[in-house]
């Protein structure tokens, strides 16, 4: 028995990084990472921002409801202070999880290849996707006080084509018997989220104002942790089937 064991070992076949079961457990293991890493980055960012508001800009440190995020990518905050320490911290947590979001589409399209229609609108949905994702890294690295024309339509965007993408894969999911319904039903739920936030974005109140500042700021907390949540929920979902169709 000691012999025939050896023998099967030795003759096992290494399991390759580009098994496509094995390449997705490690691109959701870099989403989850990715995730993870871009609240721990803008926390410590909103803890190295320099201060002020754009309707007081002699505000102590960061107002987390009348900042936006992108105050944080600022090279020079409102105060007049420089924002070295904060824009870095911001431009890097937006690049990758820019980079974990467009990872995560290309994985999860392998995942509805079960007929032609369902791969079709897979592709078509992770590359919508894909390009949401660009744009969030296209935020990253044009700073509302410098680029702000450029910034402003890298966020229309992201944030117009990502609803697209999930949107798309809602009766993939719900197709695919292996996949539970569940995720369908998340990403639902997070579609409409995110068209409340671009009907807000296109057509709220204007942030020129107290009350439109803190309305807009409040929309964008809750549709950026909103994204976090949906991807890490959709990601450890992903994990798991991953998991059951490798045994």
Known sequence: ????????????????????????????QFVLGACIFFAAATLMAMLAYGGGTSGNPQNAGYSFFTNFFSDLGRTVSYNGAPNTISMLLFSSALTIAGAGLAVFFVAFTQFFTHTRWTRVLSIIGSIVGIASALCFVG?????????????????????????????????????????????????????????????????????????????????????????????????????????????
């Open 1 to 28: 028995m000691n012999n025939t064991l050896s023998t099967n070992k030795t003759n096992a076949l290494p399991v390759s990084f580009f098994d496509s079961n094995v390449w997705r457990k490690t691109t959701f």
């Open 139 to 247: 935020v990253a690295f044009t700073p509302a006080d410098i680029a702000r024309p450029l910034h402003g339509q890298f966020v229309l965007y992201a944030f117009g084509l990502f609803p697209l993408a999930v949107i798309l894969y809602i009766p993939v999911i719900l197709d695919r018997d292996e996949y539970p319904n569940l995720y369908a039903w998340s990403f639902i739920a997070f579609a409409l989220v995110l068209i409340l936030y671009f009907i807000l974005l296109r057509i709220g109140p204007r942030a020129n104002t107290p009350e439109g500042l803190l309305i807009q700021v409040t929309g964008q907390k809750i549709i950026v942790y909103a994204s976090i949540l949906s991807i890490l929920f959709q990601t450890l979902g992903a994990r798991h089937v991953n998991a059951k169709l490798g045994n």
